[in-house]
């Protein structure tokens, strides 16, 4: 586990089917440590995770579930997803103890709305901070570079057009992928470029 950004850890896992990282992040926040997309840590990251402690697991979709369980099981945060991809992690076997509002405030971080890849993709927003923790709506993926998982994975690819062009209206200057590698600086012009192809 490593800090990235002042009081932000990550800790990744290598894909070698999409020869990328998966990543998942813990921010330490004084109303309460939280834990994002989880992917699984080894026993030392584990360790020390447990040892800073977590208040909440958030969930950006249905599909990032990941090693949720095990976080809880270890720190007895309760999992947080929006309403509409709680059925599906629920049938992954995720343990779903609440739901994540648009809008609510988690900690530090702003709910908002990311559907497309699936109904109930959020993604997090730190205004204060200016960062931006994205699950599945983009990836950052070639390295220094925002883009898109392939259409065929996607419920309703239109729609996740039109939730990243709305994404650009956000105040931030990082990205804080699911997937990829994050962009600490100068991320919002990189989002550009990807939603300038993206047509009329």
């Known amino acids: 586990m490593r800090e990235i950004l002042p009081g932000i850890f990550t800790w990744s896992r290598f894909s070698e089917p999409h020869a990328y990282d998966f990543n998942g992040y813990l921010i ?95 993604v997090l927003h730190w205004p204060e901070r200016r960062l931006l923790f994205v699950g599945d709506a983009v990836i950052g993926n070639p390295p220094g570079r925002c883009s898109l998982l392939r259409e065929k994975v996607m419920d309703d690819p239109p729609r996740l057009r039109r939730s990243v062009t709305d994404l650009t209206r956000l105040d931030f200057d990082a990205l804080l992928f699911g997937d990829g590698t994050p962009i600490l600086q100068e991320a919002k012009p990189r989002l550009l470029e990807l939603v300038q192809t993206f047509g009329p």
Do not use: F, M
């Not at 834990?35 to 447990?50: K, Q």
């Not at 800073?52 to 945060?77: F, M, P, Q, Y």
């Not at 900690?107 to 109930?120: E, Q």
């Open 28 to 122: 330490r926040d004084p109303s309460g440590n939280l834990c994002i997309d989880p992917v699984l840590p080894g026993d030392a990251d584990l360790d020390e995770i447990a040892r800073l402690g977590v208040a909440k697991i958030v969930l950006t979709n249905r599909n990032h579930s990941r090693a949720s369980n095990t976080i809880r099981e270890r720190t007895h945060a309760p999992i947080l997803i929006h309403p509409d991809d709680a059925k599906h992690a629920r049938e992954q076997g995720t343990t779903i103890d609440g739901d994540l509002r648009i809008g609510e405030e988690i900690g530090p971080l702003v709910v908002t709305a990311a559907p497309g890849k699936s109904p109930g993709e959020v």
